[in-house]
């Protein structure tokens, strides 16, 4: 299968030596944790017959035992090969390796076998058999099989390497097809005013007049038989949807959408998805027809049809089953220090609040929301004002993280398409899904619609919200993306994006993905006429009962994870497009975006993003603690290693103001700083209905100042910890909000109150199966799991079953006594000689890069007096940290509290030999710095 969208898919990694002006011998790679079956019977305690797993940042797989196989499906030239392994075992009984090809009648044929010498089980030596492997041409299975003594070998790769010294053939040549020289022209649905022609227009160097549904036929020949891939040489002014496909046996066998080259005659080759599979050498009807929203479409030059391998069986051998292996999140672009965000910065939410009377001594660096205008963004002088407005702002020393839009950007989209309907959001009953939370806006004559991440216009879109941002002087780039598209199919007052473009797409993406007998088995007897929307009114549903089933993954509607990996992917490619646009012009700025790694249907997987922005919710309806339901994103955000830069819902602050209760939000700005992230200053806050509210800045100067005057202590910063909490994305894909799962909210009080200092580990969803890095997992000494665990893939399973020692169940009871035992291990609270590890959280973190700065205690008061949100302060408050708790031993401590003079702690010993420091007067938020 050639692939020519980027959709994640995972396959047997072949790599074959690249054709040249050499003879060469076929080589075949195969990465052993990529089996496609396995089985085997010896009782090992594992709950799959082989288990993979990654160790010196390789995946290999383990828990081999006699009898034990694996199977892997190849396409080879054929002949005779030799094979050569990558193995290690600690066994010295002889434990072999035979392998067996599956004939065409089913039998598997042993090719011999090979003994593995004495080793080690994960110091893998290559071992190379005497015998030799016959392989037919084409497709095959082969079997890896285990004989000898109970216990076997762990196995790496294996490559095979041809015997057969092959002439490389003649490269074949594009086919080329010259859109004038049609045989036949017509149209598909009705005509089009103004369109003259029927069909299309013949030019001497191409067509004109394309109307959508225009058609042409051609006669091509292909002297090569195999796959082939398409792409279209076209013009258009059209910033409507406009595409092109192409249809062979009256099937469509590639299409796209394309986007608008300036001119009509104005030519821009465009790559068609899909996969053109010519059985045999000879001449076919080729038709190319035009298709989309827009009625009129584009002028053509050329058809060209590029020759991409010898395959000429099924076009669409997609596994199935993505993610069979392990992934890891890539680590974020290293940006100059210079440039980076740091963990004590202080943002006023808005530019303007910099002026408001009494802010200016918060030691702010910057603005996090700068917003371009919201109108006429295309008129140099409206903007020219902005531009100004930006610099002035700079001319302070302060840093201004301008912003692009998904939703409060409508204007500007109309602005840029002139006509939007046609690239919004559409329900399943074919409405349009305008952005209703923002209130009725009309513009131009058009609604709030909702824009789809499919739109063919949404990249070129983007890029030129990025020439506006970058027209200014601005410091960092934020989108805020919390209302792309994606996330339509899981809010249950939206309803689903089924728009014509979409549903290509989904088709697109489903014929990548699936077999036919695959697809047939999801209900899809024929992927090339399939419709989602149609498929779903076909089983009964409509907008309301969709929107009951996909609030959540497991609400029961056919194909919905599907539904939502394919959205994801596609936001995630498109925007990786604008991210590349971004850093074609400027490759060290910040790039950020209103997404969390517990929203597992947003764009995180990108090293482009380098920190995170929101809106998120503080529950402030509970008025009594600390929130604990935020610790998922500052877990989260620290987990990817992304600087989480965020402010309240105006919800939140408006049961504030509805309470006269503005110190509770000290509560959230410590909780943030405390766990690396940043919390925005509230000043002049929109809280809805009510208008503006300034909660006063009295309220919280001393915090501000307090981050301010601690940066040393916030900077580089990461969380000490000796505990993982396993959290699937599939289980926040299973929730109602953002947040993760009730679950995982369970489990981060419990940990939290308990003082148990500890990572949020990140497994990905079947969709994108991403897992912790091994150096991840080996640092840590406990792995806590809990009622999310069901929601992990086999594979993850199977890694988090490797450190079995090491992995304790909340939810079992005889896990109970070793977890509270982990609490002798950590750091503890007493307040006036009362334990008090859920009243104060004792949050220790150290230096990510320099082993010699001091080691850090953040200290949180969580408790609130319900009825104005203050914190009460607290007298006698002794933390214990026990010996070897950190890497060196604690020498002298030094304590700071908002507004206070810093003062040196004494140290003291308690009876376990825990070094003991002392705080009084502890209010919201404190700091214990540790020399060692």
């Given at each position: 299968m050639i692939r020519k969208r980027s959709f994640l898919s995972t396959s047997i990694a072949l790599s074959l030596a690249a054709f040249g002006a050499q003879a060469y011998a076929e080589t075949i790679s195969v990465e052993a944790e990529?089996?496609?079956?396995?089985?085997?019977?010896?009782?090992?305690?594992?709950?799959?017959?082989?288990?993979?797993?990654?160790?010196?940042?390789?995946?290999?797989?383990?828990?081999?035992?006699?009898?034990?196989?694996?199977?892997?499906?190849?396409?080879?030239?054929?002949?005779e090969y030799t094979i050569e392994y990558m193995v290690g075992t600690s066994v010295a009984a002889n434990p072999t390796i035979e392998v067996l090809v599956k004939s065409n009648n089913g039998e598997w044929q042993s090719q011999g076998t090979v003994a593995v010498p004495l080793g080690s089980w994960d110091n893998f030596q290559p071992l190379t058999a005497s015998h030799t492997v016959t392989l037919p041409a084409g497709n095959s299975t082969v079997r890896l099989h285990a004989i000898g003594p109970n216990w076997q070998w762990n196995l790496e790769s294996f490559k095979l390497t041809s015997n057969t010294i092959t002439n490389p053939t003649d490269p074949v040549n594009d086919v080329v097809v010259n859109l004038e020289n049609f045989t036949n022209t017509g149209k598909t649905?009705?005509?089009?005013?103004?369109?003259?022609?029927?069909?299309?227009?013949?030019?001497?160097?191409?067509?004109?007049?394309?109307?959508?549904?225009?058609?042409?036929?051609?006669?091509?020949t292909f002297d090569t038989a195999g796959t082939y891939s398409a792409k279209v040489s076209v013009g258009t002014t059209v910033q409507a949807q406009v595409g092109a496909e192409v249809l062979l046996n009256n099937t469509v066998v590639a299409s796209e959408y394309l986007s608008s080259t300036g001119g009509w005659d104005t030519y821009q080759n465009f790559d068609l998805n899909g996969d053109i599979v010519i059985p045999s050498a000879g001449t076919y009807t080729i038709?190319?027809?035009?298709?989309?929203?827009?009625?009129?479409q584009w002028n053509g030059d050329e058809l060209t049809f590029v020759y991409e391998s010898n395959e000429t069986g099924n076009a669409n051998p997609g596994t199935g089953n993505p993610g069979n292996g392990e992934i890891h999140l890539e680590a974020p672009l290293a940006l100059p220090a210079n440039r980076q965000i740091e963990k004590s910065s202080v943002f006023y939410t808005y530019p303007q609040n910099s002026n408001l009377a009494a802010f200016n001594d918060f030691g702010a660096d910057g603005a996090f929301w700068g917003h371009m205008p919201e109108h006429d963004l295309y008129d140099n002088s409206v903007l020219s004002t902005w531009i100004n407005d930006v610099q002035a702002y700079r001319n302070k020393g302060l840093e201004y993280i301008a912003r692009g839009e998904f939703d409060w950007g409508f204007r500007w989209f109309t602005e840029y398409t002139g006509d939007p309907t046609s690239h919004w959001v559409r329900t399943l009953d074919g409405d349009i899904v305008t952005m209703s939370f923002m209130g009725d806006f009309m513009y131009q004559g058009y609604p709030n619609g909702w824009l789809s991440n499919h739109s063919p216009v949404f990249v070129d879109y983007f890029k030129s919200q990025v020439d506006a941002l970058l027209s200014a002087n601005v410091s960092h780039i934020m989108f805020d993306s919390q209302t792309s598209s994606t996330r339509s199919t899981d809010m249950n007052q939206f309803g689903g994006d089924f728009s014509t473009m979409a549903m290509d797409g989904f088709r697109a993406y489903m014929r990548d993905k699936y077999t036919t007998a695959q697809l047939a088995a999801k209900g899809i007897n024929n992927i090339n006429n399939f419709n989602y929307r149609d498929f779903l009114i076909s089983a009964g549903y409509n907008h309301t009962t969709y929107m009951a089933g996909a609030n959540r993954i497991s609400g029961g509607v056919p194909l919905f994870d599907d539904f939502i990996y394919f959205n994801r992917e596609v936001l995630n490619e498109k925007m990786a497009e604008v991210f590349d646009y971004i850093r074609s012009k400027d490759a060290n700025i910040e790039i950020g975006a209103t997404t969390a790694i517990s929203e597992a249907r947003g764009y995180i997987f990108d090293k482009d993003l380098t920190f995170l922005a929101g809106e998120l919710a503080m529950n402030s309806a509970v008025t009594n603690e600390m929130p604990i339901s935020i610790i998922t994103h500052l877990k989260g955000a620290e987990a990817v290693d992304k600087t989480l830069v965020y402010f309240p819902y105006p919800w939140d602050f408006a049961n504030l103001y509805d309470r006269n209760s503005p110190a509770l939000a000290r509560t959230w700005i410590a909780q943030s700083y405390a766990m690396g992230a940043i919390f925005s200053i509230p000043a002049n806050i929109w809280i809805g209905d009510a208008g503006v509210w300034s909660p006063g800045a009295d309220n919280y100067r001393d915090l501000y100042q307090f981050a301010d005057n601690n940066s040393n202590l916030l900077d580089g910063y990461d969380a000490y910890s000796k505990v993982g909490l396993v959290a699937p994305m599939m289980a926040s894909l299973d929730a109602t909000w953002i947040d993760g799962s009730n679950t995982l909210q369970g489990s981060i009080r419990t940990l939290i109150e308990s003082n148990l200092n500890f990572d949020l580990l990140v497994f990905g969803d079947p969709g994108h199966p991403v897992v912790p890095t091994q150096a991840q997992l080996d640092s840590l000494q406990t792995i806590i799991v809990d009622g999310d665990r069901k929601y992990l893939t086999d594979g993850q399973n199977a890694l988090v079953?490797?450190?079995?020692?090491?992995v304790l169940d909340l939810n079992d009871n005889a896990d109970t006594a070793a977890i509270n035992a982990l609490k002798a291990n950590h750091i503890s609270v007493t307040v006036n000689g009362a334990a008090a590890d859920a009243t104060v959280t004792a949050l220790s973190r150290v230096h990510e890069s320099n082993n010699n700065a001091p080691y850090v205690v953040q200290l949180l008061n969580r408790p609130v007096n319900p009825s104005n949100g203050v914190t009460p302060v607290l007298g006698t408050v002794k933390i214990a940290i026990p010996q070897g708790y950190f890497p060196e031993?604690?020498?002298?401590?030094?304590?700071?509290?908002?507004?206070?003079?810093?003062?040196?702690?004494?140290?003291?010993?308690?009876?376990?030999?825990?070094?003991v420091i002392t705080v009084n007067n502890l209010g919201v938020w404190g700091i214990i710095e540790l020399a060692h």
């Amino acid at each position: 299968m050639i692939r020519k969208r980027s959709f994640l898919s995972t396959s047997i990694a072949l790599s074959l030596a690249a054709f040249g002006a050499q003879a060469y011998a076929e080589t075949i790679s195969v990465e052993a944790e990529l089996f496609d079956n396995f089985g085997g019977t010896f009782d090992d305690g594992q709950p799959n017959p082989v288990t993979i797993y990654t160790t010196n940042g390789q995946g290999a797989i383990s828990y081999v035992n006699a009898q034990d196989f694996v199977d892997y499906d190849i396409t080879a030239n054929g002949g005779e090969y030799t094979i050569e392994y990558m193995v290690g075992t600690s066994v010295a009984a002889n434990p072999t390796i035979e392998v067996l090809v599956k004939s065409n009648n089913g039998e598997w044929q042993s090719q011999g076998t090979v003994a593995v010498p004495l080793g080690s089980w994960d110091n893998f030596q290559p071992l190379t058999a005497s015998h030799t492997v016959t392989l037919p041409a084409g497709n095959s299975t082969v079997r890896l099989h285990a004989i000898g003594p109970n216990w076997q070998w762990n196995l790496e790769s294996f490559k095979l390497t041809s015997n057969t010294i092959t002439n490389p053939t003649d490269p074949v040549n594009d086919v080329v097809v010259n859109l004038e020289n049609f045989t036949n022209t017509g149209k598909t649905g009705a005509a089009v005013a103004g369109d003259s022609v029927v069909g299309f227009g013949q030019t001497s160097q191409g067509i004109n007049f394309n109307t959508v549904g225009d058609y042409g036929d051609y006669s091509v020949t292909f002297d090569t038989a195999g796959t082939y891939s398409a792409k279209v040489s076209v013009g258009t002014t059209v910033q409507a949807q406009v595409g092109a496909e192409v249809l062979l046996n009256n099937t469509v066998v590639a299409s796209e959408y394309l986007s608008s080259t300036g001119g009509w005659d104005t030519y821009q080759n465009f790559d068609l998805n899909g996969d053109i599979v010519i059985p045999s050498a000879g001449t076919y009807t080729i038709r190319l027809r035009s298709h989309g929203a827009a009625n009129w479409q584009w002028n053509g030059d050329e058809l060209t049809f590029v020759y991409e391998s010898n395959e000429t069986g099924n076009a669409n051998p997609g596994t199935g089953n993505p993610g069979n292996g392990e992934i890891h999140l890539e680590a974020p672009l290293a940006l100059p220090a210079n440039r980076q965000i740091e963990k004590s910065s202080v943002f006023y939410t808005y530019p303007q609040n910099s002026n408001l009377a009494a802010f200016n001594d918060f030691g702010a660096d910057g603005a996090f929301w700068g917003h371009m205008p919201e109108h006429d963004l295309y008129d140099n002088s409206v903007l020219s004002t902005w531009i100004n407005d930006v610099q002035a702002y700079r001319n302070k020393g302060l840093e201004y993280i301008a912003r692009g839009e998904f939703d409060w950007g409508f204007r500007w989209f109309t602005e840029y398409t002139g006509d939007p309907t046609s690239h919004w959001v559409r329900t399943l009953d074919g409405d349009i899904v305008t952005m209703s939370f923002m209130g009725d806006f009309m513009y131009q004559g058009y609604p709030n619609g909702w824009l789809s991440n499919h739109s063919p216009v949404f990249v070129d879109y983007f890029k030129s919200q990025v020439d506006a941002l970058l027209s200014a002087n601005v410091s960092h780039i934020m989108f805020d993306s919390q209302t792309s598209s994606t996330r339509s199919t899981d809010m249950n007052q939206f309803g689903g994006d089924f728009s014509t473009m979409a549903m290509d797409g989904f088709r697109a993406y489903m014929r990548d993905k699936y077999t036919t007998a695959q697809l047939a088995a999801k209900g899809i007897n024929n992927i090339n006429n399939f419709n989602y929307r149609d498929f779903l009114i076909s089983a009964g549903y409509n907008h309301t009962t969709y929107m009951a089933g996909a609030n959540r993954i497991s609400g029961g509607v056919p194909l919905f994870d599907d539904f939502i990996y394919f959205n994801r992917e596609v936001l995630n490619e498109k925007m990786a497009e604008v991210f590349d646009y971004i850093r074609s012009k400027d490759a060290n700025i910040e790039i950020g975006a209103t997404t969390a790694i517990s929203e597992a249907r947003g764009y995180i997987f990108d090293k482009d993003l380098t920190f995170l922005a929101g809106e998120l919710a503080m529950n402030s309806a509970v008025t009594n603690e600390m929130p604990i339901s935020i610790i998922t994103h500052l877990k989260g955000a620290e987990a990817v290693d992304k600087t989480l830069v965020y402010f309240p819902y105006p919800w939140d602050f408006a049961n504030l103001y509805d309470r006269n209760s503005p110190a509770l939000a000290r509560t959230w700005i410590a909780q943030s700083y405390a766990m690396g992230a940043i919390f925005s200053i509230p000043a002049n806050i929109w809280i809805g209905d009510a208008g503006v509210w300034s909660p006063g800045a009295d309220n919280y100067r001393d915090l501000y100042q307090f981050a301010d005057n601690n940066s040393n202590l916030l900077d580089g910063y990461d969380a000490y910890s000796k505990v993982g909490l396993v959290a699937p994305m599939m289980a926040s894909l299973d929730a109602t909000w953002i947040d993760g799962s009730n679950t995982l909210q369970g489990s981060i009080r419990t940990l939290i109150e308990s003082n148990l200092n500890f990572d949020l580990l990140v497994f990905g969803d079947p969709g994108h199966p991403v897992v912790p890095t091994q150096a991840q997992l080996d640092s840590l000494q406990t792995i806590i799991v809990d009622g999310d665990r069901k929601y992990l893939t086999d594979g993850q399973n199977a890694l988090v079953d490797a450190y079995d020692g090491r992995v304790l169940d909340l939810n079992d009871n005889a896990d109970t006594a070793a977890i509270n035992a982990l609490k002798a291990n950590h750091i503890s609270v007493t307040v006036n000689g009362a334990a008090a590890d859920a009243t104060v959280t004792a949050l220790s973190r150290v230096h990510e890069s320099n082993n010699n700065a001091p080691y850090v205690v953040q200290l949180l008061n969580r408790p609130v007096n319900p009825s104005n949100g203050v914190t009460p302060v607290l007298g006698t408050v002794k933390i214990a940290i026990p010996q070897g708790y950190f890497p060196e031993g604690v020498t002298t401590a030094k304590v700071h509290l908002p507004g206070k003079n810093s003062v040196n702690a004494n140290i003291t010993n308690n009876a376990q030999g825990d070094s003991v420091i002392t705080v009084n007067n502890l209010g919201v938020w404190g700091i214990i710095e540790l020399a060692h």
